[in-house]
């Protein structure tokens, strides 16, 4: 299957899946997965090739100030980080820990994985699209996939880890996941919604077969050929540094399987 063939495909199946998610919640929601799927296949200059694939499962996404109570594309929302005065709170640390995998991954140079060498993050304007450049412009987001545990949006300023439990065990919600999680086929997967039996049902194992790296926790899957790290949320009380490392190193423990 060509690339232009599987994007066709990937884009069939994720209208499919938006249409179960409003039916799910049909007085407003949040439609997440793929931001760019030119970039996420490697269709889109400046790289393209074959970039590891990377996913982020937070928690959930609050409703755009615009669209109180209707569906809204948690793409577009991506697309413009900066609209919101509080982006880098949350979106800070997942674009620096983007950014250094598809720098060491592209430049074949690990001292990408590491906080204190990453580039600028910068913000385009009036687009507010958020940003680095090496030399070229890179938005980071562009190159991953995203999804949320709870697909309703919410009005609160922080979530109820009880609440996002909740949600995943609904045996609705499972189905949406997994199929999303099917059609988006990460290389990379990172959670960041505490919710362990989300990580144990994707990652196959238990919790307890993780490894230890630093704040975070991972497994390799040999036999799938995926990375599932266990982390905080991206807005955790660690330092940048701290929350970004323990990522690199779990990369770094993987390397030569990821880029083999």
Known sequence: MTKEEQKSQMLSEEARIHEE?????PNGTGLDGIIDIDCYLGL?????TNPLKILWI??????????????????????????????????????????GILEWQRLKDDKYLDYKNLPELKVEKPHNGVYYENPQQFFPLDY???LN????????KTSEQSEINAEYAKPEVQKILKEQFDYINPDI???GNHVIKLTEDFSGVPLSDFHESGKCKYFYDEKRNKLFIDADHPNARYTEAEYCNSIFNAIKQ??????K
């Open 149 to 156: 545990v709870k697909k309703l949006g919410s009005h609160g």
């Open 44 to 48: 889109k200059e400046p790289i393209s």
């Open 254 to 259: 993987n390397a030569k399987e990821l880029i």
């Open 189 to 191: 997967v990172i959670f």
């Open 21 to 25: 998610i409003r039916k799910l919640y």
């Open 144 to 146: 991953t996939a995203f």
């Open 58 to 99: 937070l928690k959930e996404r609050g409703y755009p100030t615009n669209k109180p109570n209707m569906d809204f594309s948690v793409k577009d929302c991506m697309l413009g980080l900066a609209d919101y005065n509080d982006w880098k709170r949350t979106y800070g640390n997942m674009c620096y820990v983007t950014e």
